[in-house]
């Protein structure tokens, strides 16, 4: 069965930091882009980060670059969000997405994504 399991996320206070899992099964999670959102409540989704299926590409948002880091471990089919200098405002749902859309590149577009997570809460409180 095709699945995307999120993981890592909790509650932490301002300025600290987490590590979000994204653990494949029933693919190779190696042949896709990765993507990871996330959802405030009463807020539109937004795109995170991905990272294409060779490792060769990450994009960020502008609102996490050089704090996030998004990688790839293929022999482990999974992906992860390294979450730094933690913000309040970073507070939401977190889910990750494969694209199968393109090779060699990823897109901070949700709607090249077919298959999402059910998603890790992260909570930036003091």
């Known amino acids: 069965q095709l699945q995307l399991v999120e993981s890592g996320g909790g509650l932490v206070q301002p300025g600290g930091s987490l590590r979000l899992s994204c653990a494949a099964s029933?693919?190779?999670?190696?042949?896709?882009?990765i993507g990871w959102f996330r959802q405030a409540p009463g807020k539109e989704r937004e795109a995170v980060s991905c990272i294409s299926s060779r490792g060769g590409m990450l994009k960020y948002a502008d609102s996490v670059k050089g704090r996030f880091t998004i990688s790839r471990d293929d022999a482990k089919n999974t992906v992860y969000l390294q979450m730094t200098s933690l913000k309040p405002e970073d507070t939401a749902v977190y889910y990750c997405?494969?694209?199968?859309?393109?090779?060699?590149?990823?897109?901070?577009?949700?709607?090249?994504?077919?298959?999402w997570g059910q998603g890790t809460q992260v909570t930036v409180s003091s």
């Open positions: 029933g693919f190779t999670s190696a042949n896709y882009a």
């Open positions: 997405a494969r694209d199968p859309t393109v090779q060699y590149m990823c897109v901070l577009w949700e709607y090249d994504y077919d298959r």
